[in-house]
């Protein structure tokens, strides 16, 4: 079956500890985003890729890395930096970015990260 | 830059009525419209989507939602919902020309009462 798959669906991560979400996608997508879930905020951009080995910085990037080393995944990694980094994480992919002709985002089923 | 506004935090509503969960957007030229469903502890699943022609768009689970350029507005309705719908419900907006990213609103949380 085709789909995105995150992995692991929860983390605790201490204090001051790097921590990597992973997110790989079998649609053969070229776009690939990060959201940050919080209850009553909606979902929020983190990073997003259009095409492997580049990618692009949304709305809340500090904190965050990411890399686009292959088509299908698209890990993130929670810095030590990031102040307040309990939250649920989503992954989505799309064939194509969004001002195409509308293409819909396609989700994955999250993590859940808690510091400890 | 767009942004998409959901009024509603919480709707309850009995089984077997009716629905509507508002969706208020902000974009100069015509927008590409999205209702999602997540479940909780979930990921989020495409409802509908709207990007041209029709303006009444059609989607799974007996869902609907009408663009009303006018009033820049995309409500979803169900004429009776079932309690599996209960559920968060967002709604996004894409642009065109070299947008690259949707914008989610809050979401809106439905209840349903036996």
């Known amino acids: 079956d085709g789909g995105i798959t995150q992995s692991p669906k929860y983390l605790f991560r201490k204090e001051g500890q790097n921590v ?3 997110c790989e996608q079998n649609l053969n997508h070229d776009a690939m985003y990060w959201y940050r879930q919080d209850p009553g905020q909606g979902l929020r951009l983190i990073y997003y890729s259009q095409i492997v080995n580049d990618f692009q910085k949304g709305d ?3 904190g965050y890395s990411v890399s686009r080393e292959k088509k299908e995944s698209f890990p993130l990694t929670v810095t030590s930096a990031q102040k ?4 649920f994480y989503l992954c989505a992919s799309s ?3 969004p001002d195409v002709f509308g293409t819909e985002a396609f989700f994955g089923q999250g993590t859940r990260l808690t510091v400890v | 830059a767009q942004s998409v506004t959901q009024p509603d935090i919480h709707i309850t509503v ?3 009525a009716s629905l509507e969960l508002r969706c208020n957007y902000s974009y100069g030229a015509t927008p590409y419209l999205f209702w999602y469903v997540q ?3 979930q990921g989020l699943q495409l409802l509908l989507k709207y990007f041209s022609g029709d303006t009444l768009v059609q989607g799974i689970k007996g869902f609907e939602a009408e663009f ?3 009033q820049s507005s995309f409500n979803l ?4 919902v079932h309690w599996s719908d209960a559920a968060e419900y967002f709604c996004a907006v894409g642009a065109d020309f070299g947008n690259e990213k949707l914008t989610f609103g809050t979401g809106t949380r439905l209840t349903i009462i036996p």
């Open chain 1, 20 to 22: 990597t979400l992973s």
């Open chain 2, 39 to 41: 479940s909780p502890g």
């Open chain 2, 14 to 16: 009995s089984e077997g």
């Open chain 1, 95 to 97: 064939i194509a970015p």
């Open chain 2, 77 to 80: 309705r169900k004429p009776s």
């Open chain 1, 84 to 87: 307040n980094p309990t939250a």
């Open chain 1, 60 to 62: 809340i990037a500090e």
């Open chain 2, 68 to 70: 009303k350029r006018s």
